[in-house]
């Protein structure tokens, strides 16, 4: 009973999703759903990453948080369009809250947008949003075990972004065995290191996007 | 209707979460639910604190994960009683998960209860599995915008224990700030810095905990 409930809401989900990202389409819109764990720097990376590209594309942010406006302020302050959704305690976001705030964006005036997800190594994996493909963020401060003990994620992204590499000679980060175990579960998987804090590896993910959404 | 249905499985839990608190009580179990994002060391945390007290108190852990026994094996070493529970794909642990464990646990041979939960800002704090006290550890390297980011947790924990200081010098965590927020959403929180790498401030928490178990 409560599988099928549960069913039953990711399929009314994917409709929307569905949905969305056939209006992304008519517009022209490349989507990326950003997801990780609380703090692995989605925010840090996409304040850089705007600031590097908005000169070539043109950028838009959905900012998904339980509570507060913090990410969307710092990502305002790139001269972008932003719309902040509150999941008011909902643990990811979904088709529908997306569906809500695209009609606060002026899609005819974007090329990218990035959908900043709740920070959760979970749920959010769950739930399409109508991208075009979902990239997620691992910090090297979270350790070397997370494929594993978190598959769903790894699976379903396209890009595995290992962030705060500047961190590992203070940790016992293995990276060898992290892109291993990644293979493993999603052999299709593209993986880049980057630190967001001194931009090392950042040109090689801005390639990615910049193929992926071919400016 | 969906929020309805939300109120009505948490009120299913919480009479679960107080038949199993009374079970506990029954064998004069103190119950730590420990909480936190992945990654913020709860598993190495758990293994230098039962090294450290496993010949004062007899400790007994629970183990929740998503997927993969990694870090019940790592608990194992150390000599004590755990059971893994596999969630298969949720994100936190619930009542019932903690009901059908205990039974595979010498419950007569326990002082302190300590159950891990799924590493999960979000779901966690919203389901009681029984627990006499909620812990939770967020790591500097998380960054300090978390407390009101993720409210919840904060104001339902009792403890909170800042982990990985030994990074703060690598990240632009300001302690001040995150201790300042953190009294705005819970006055009564402890809050102890510990690095379960180095071993810093740990003698703080193992104090916090044998004064409230009594040992």
Redesign the interface.
Known sequence: MKVK?VKNILEANDRIAEENRKIFDEHGIFVINMMS?????KTTLLEKTIRALKDTARIGVIEG????T??AERIEATGIPVVQINTN?A?HLDGNMIREAMDDLPLSAIDLLIIEN??????PA?FKVGEDAKVMLL?V???D??P?????MFSEASLLLIN?I??IP??NFNMAKVKKECMGINSMLDIIEVSAMTGQGMDKWHNWLQQKFAL
């Not at 594993?148 to 769903?152: D, E, F, G, S, V």
Request: hydrophobic share 30%; aromatic share 2%; with cysteine.
């Open positions: 409930l764990a609380p703090g692995a720097g948080d339980i509570a507060t913090r990410d305690g643990c709740v920070g959760n190594l979970v749920c769950e910090s401060a979270e350790g075990d997370k594993l003990k978190y598959p769903l705060k500047d961190l203070h940790t």
